[in-house]
């Protein structure tokens, strides 16, 4: 049976006292915005800002009752939570107060679901919203209350194993940072008494890739594969959701940067700046201007240990401040060449990268049994939420 939000839950909305008037802020009353909730968020039980009864009553605000399944629905669309107190919100949310014949976890997990689509109803010229009318009409699977309680609970599990996984993943990178200050201190202190050389000192290239945006193929068979800074963000070269580009246009950029094994590459460009990667394999690619590649002098510095020195902590900060561009942030190929690292005896590097490689065998089996769950979710959305 197919339902209608409208006619299963009552949609409200929140707004904002004026910021202006100090006799409405910092009361007992909890009161939220869309910044607020993330993936993780399930219930809510306090805010970041409090609001006083004046500060209601000016504003025409009315409590969201506990259970009431929270939805962004601007800025962005789709976040959502439930309300595990009685709480008041801004203008940013459409909220579904659930009837009799509708579990609010239910409701929460298909809303999760539904990202893409909730984003797809919105309108507006400056920034896309979805109103109240576009909620209500929104239409969902309704088995028994039930069913919906059952459905709810698997959900339930996958995404508490999903949540343990990722910070699994977390407590693995925090455990290699912390073995790298174990055996090799930090960069101001230099407690180990380490050299201290620039990242140009340790490497016979460092280029970025094409400037000029490339005409991309659908076609994979006779393309050639093309990486940009999306594809390094973990740490690790991701092939997933690669771009191609026409054989002609590879042999031109080929003909000026060839990506080897042992190779870096980093992100220079956009808001995850500075994350590097190790080229593992022997693939034949090309790379945009986003990503800079640094070839490593294998004598002097594992590519491995490259890496992590790369990611660590004191990098970013000097990644930090060298940053141009108002906009987008831009590092240029400068600013990495001069970046200050340790550099400790070839033999203590290739103790720490041993201790490394352990460690991403075990992420790699986490991430393979996370993405299984990811699949198993994505399943049950298309099974019970069509």
Known sequence: MMARLGD?????????????????????????TPAELNEDSFYLYDSQRHITELGKEKTGLAYMPIGTVILSSRAPIGKTAIAGCEMCCNQGFKNLICSDDIFNEYLYYFLKG?????NSLGRGATFKEISKTIVENIEISLPSLEEQKQIAKQFEEIYRLISLRKQ?????DELVKARFVELFGSLNDNE????????????????????????????????????????????KICWDDIKYIPAELHEKLYATIQPQRNDILMSKNGVNYGVAAVNDTDEIFDIYVSLALLRPRTDMVNPVYLRCVINNPDTKRQFDSSIKGIGVPNLHLGEIKKTKVLLPP?????????????????????????????????????????
């Open 8 to 32: 299963v839950c009552t949609v409200i909305s929140g707004s904002t006292p004026k910021t202006s008037v100090t006799e409405y802020w910092d009361g007992d009353i909890k009161w939220i």
């Open 114 to 118: 539904k990202t893409d689509y909730l």
């Open 168 to 172: 699994q993943l977390t407590k693995l």
């Open 192 to 235: 180990k008494g380490l050299d201290i050389v620039s990242i140009e000192e340790l490497c016979t290239l460092i280029k970025d890739g094409t400037h000029q945006t490339p005409t991309y193929t659908e076609d994979k068979q006779n393309g050639f594969k093309f990486l940009s800074s999306k594809d390094v963000m973990t740490q």
């Open 346 to 386: 070839i033999e203590k590097q290739n103790e720490f990268v041993a201790f490394v490689e352990q460690t991403d065998k075990s992420k790699l089996a986490i991430q393979q049994s996370l993405d299984k769950l990811e699949t198993l979710k994505k399943s049950l959305m298309q099974k019970y939420f069509r």
